[in-house]
C-alpha cells in the first residue's frame, strides 16, 4: 500500500527566504507524482506535475524534483513572499487512477 | 470551461438527513473522481469513474454513499442518514484520457459538509 509523509508538518519563515518541502512516498513504482497548493477552506491548486521519467520540472519561483528510486520529492520555492501562505500538497498516482496524498505542509510566510 | 465545477460550497444539514452534491468537469475529461478531506488531513480517494462507468470504490464508501455519472459529463455524490462523521471537505477533480494534455488532475473547489 502505497504511503505518501510530508515533512515538516508545519514551516514558518521571514518573507524573502528561499524554502524546501519534502515529500517521500513508500513505492517507487509510481507514474506521476503531483505537488498541490491548498489555501484555507478552498479547492486544490495544481502547481507542477512530475512524469516518472522526468528529474524536475520548474513553474516560476517554483522547482520540483523527483527521485523516483529512492521515493523523494522536492518542492523548492525561491524568494517567498506572503501570498504563497498555504498548505502544499504532494500526491502520487501508481498503476491504478487514484492519487495518494501526503497530509500537507503548512506553510507561513511572515512579511 | 475554465474548471471543475462544484455545488454547493457548503452544505449544513441535519443528522440523519440525506444530501447530494454535484460535480461538473472540464468537458473535454472522460475521468472524474471523488474525495474526501478532513480537517488537518489531505485528500483520501472516495470513488472513480471513467465515463459513465464506475470502476473503482473505496472502502471508505459505506453503504449510504452512492455517486453516479449518467452519460458520462456530471456526477452526483449522495450521502443517506448522514452522521457527524460525514463532516468533511468533499472533491471533485477530473482527468483527460491518458496522452491528452499533461495528464494531471484538475480539483475544483469543493463542497464543505457540515452535520449537525
Known amino acids: 500500500k502505497q504511503e505518501v509523509t510530508q515533512i515538516p508538518a508545519a514551516l514558518s519563515v521571514p518573507e524573502g527566504e528561499n524554502l524546501v518541502l519534502n515529500c517521500s512516498f513508500t513505492?517507487?513504482?509510481?507514474?506521476?507524482l503531483q505537488w498541490f497548493r491548498q489555501d484555507p477552506g478552498k479547492g486544490l491548486t495544481s502547481l507542477l506535475l512530475?512524469?516518472?521519467?522526468?528529474r524536475e520540472q520548474t513553474s516560476g519561483r517554483l522547482n520540483a524534483s523527483l527521485d523516483k528510486s529512492s521515493g523523494r520529492s522536492t518542492l523548492y520555492i525561491a524568494a517567498s513572499q506572503p501570498g504563497d501562505s498555504a498548505t502544499y500538497l504532494c500526491?502520487?498516482?501508481?498503476?491504478?487512477?487514484?492519487?495518494?496524498f501526503g497530509q500537507g505542509t503548512r506553510l507561513t510566510i511572515n512579511p | 470551461d475554465t474548471g471543475v465545477s462544484q455545488n454547493p460550497r457548503h452544505k449544513i444539514t441535519k443528522r440523519g438527513q440525506n444530501v447530494t452534491f454535484r460535480c461538473d468537469p472540464i468537458?473535454?475529461?472522460?475521468?472524474l473522481y471523488w474525495y474526501r478531506q478532513t480537517l488537518g488531513q489531505g485528500p483520501e480517494f472516495l470513488t472513480y469513474?471513467?465515463?459513465?462507468?464506475?470502476?473503482?470504490k473505496s472502502r471508505l464508501l459505506s453503504d449510504r454513499f452512492s455517486a453516479e455519472r449518467p452519460k458520462g459529463s456530471f456526477s452526483t455524490l449522495e450521502i443517506q442518514r448522514t452522521e457527524q462523521g460525514d463532516s468533511a471537505m468533499y472533491l471533485c477533480?477530473?482527468?483527460?484520457?491518458?496522452?491528452?494534455?499533461?495528464?494531471?488532475?484538475?480539483f475544483g473547489s469543493g463542497t464543505r459538509l457540515t452535520v449537525v
Open positions: 477533480a477530473s482527468r483527460a484520457r491518458t496522452g491528452i494534455g499533461k495528464d494531471g488532475y484538475t
Open positions: 513505492d517507487s513504482a509510481i507514474y506521476n
Open positions: 512530475i512524469q516518472s521519467s522526468q
Open positions: 500526491a502520487v498516482r501508481g498503476g491504478a487512477q487514484k492519487l495518494v
Open positions: 468537458s473535454e475529461h472522460n475521468r
Open positions: 469513474f471513467q465515463n459513465e462507468a464506475q470502476l473503482e
